[in-house]
């Protein structure tokens, strides 16, 4: 694979940062997470949008104007001649000596990106529906940021893999924030679309607002607010969204079944018009 760093276009087994880069002491770095399909990126403005506001957020300069990051994008798709997968990009604060006060201007972002190829449509998760646990939500309270602190995610991950489920839904006072990588829904008894109102508890999804626009045009009813643990057990149907994942229903949360225990029609509806408004 061919990827981007700091400027040049190399072999993967050649391209190196420094030991230390702000991303892995500090994780002070933030990224990005755009789809590809058929060789096209999707919701490719609303990534850039909030990779804008993150280093805003966090005081840190820009390696790239917004023409120049398209550009990178355009280019490594075509050079890895992705079809179907994602690009990661970040951009930490940069190499200096460790020190927790920030670098001078002198010392230059590092900006990364990277392909890889992934069937996103055809999911086996996504037809069978996911099994998730609920976890205490740990984390700072900056989650509207999308910082590489992934720690945590990474933990409740595999604590749900490790107990035969697929993810974690987190839980702050009782309620929902949203899963490891990816904003949580239910569908309440009345068909209502419930998902947390947006805040520094969570990231904003990029896919999160596109399936609400969905939903909005299939006359759907959407609440944006917090839902608690006891209605997300009793709820009719419950899925999650992200750029990798779209639209992925959940069968069973801490054990309880929900709905009749398969993907719920709502979700699924939800799931074919996201990729066919997407592409
Ligand atoms: N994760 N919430 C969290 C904590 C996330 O990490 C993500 C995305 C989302 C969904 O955001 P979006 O719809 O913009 O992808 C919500 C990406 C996919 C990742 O870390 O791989």
Not at 97 to 112: A, E, H, I, Q, S
Request: proline share 3%; net charge negative.
């Amino acid at each position: 694979r061919t990827v981007f760093v700091n400027g040049s276009y190399v072999l993967e087994n050649e391209a190196s940062i420094s030991i230390f880069d702000r991303g892995s002491l500090f994780g002070d770095a933030v990224y990005e997470v755009t789809s590809v399909l058929d060789g096209k990126l999707i919701d490719y403005d609303g990534h850039m949008t909030r990779l804008r506001r993150s280093l805003d957020e966090l005081k840190m300069p820009s390696p790239a104007s917004d023409e120049e990051l398209l550009e990178i994008h355009r280019k490594l798709v075509e050079l890895n001649g992705i079809e179907e997968g994602l690009i990661y990009l970040q951009i930490s604060r940069g190499a200096a000596d460790r020190d927790f006060l920030f670098p001078g201007p002198d010392v230059k972002p590092t900006l990364l990106l990277f392909t890889q190829k992934k069937s996103l449509i055809n999911s086996a998760l996504a037809e069978r529906g996911q099994k998730i646990i609920l976890v205490d939500d740990l984390r700072w309270r900056r989650c509207d940021i999308k910082t590489v602190q992934l720690l945590y995610a990474s933990l409740v991950k595999n604590q749900a893999h490790d107990s035969g489920a697929d993810d974690a839904w987190m839980v702050l006072d009782g309620e929902i924030t949203e899963g490891s990588s990816n904003n949580a829904y239910i569908v309440t008894e009345d068909g209502t679309i419930v998902t947390r109102d947006l805040s520094s508890d969570i990231l904003h999804g990029i896919t999160r607002k596109a399936v609400l626009k969905c939903a909005g045009e299939l006359q759907l009813k959407i609440e944006e607010r917090p839902f608690t643990v006891a209605e997300a057990k009793a709820a009719k149907e419950a899925f999650s969204t992200s750029a990798t994942s779209f639209v992925n229903p959940v069968i069973e949360i801490d054990g309880a079944k929900i709905g009749e225990g398969t993907p719920g029609p709502v979700a699924r509806r939800l799931r074919e018009v996201y990729i066919a408004s997407s592409k």
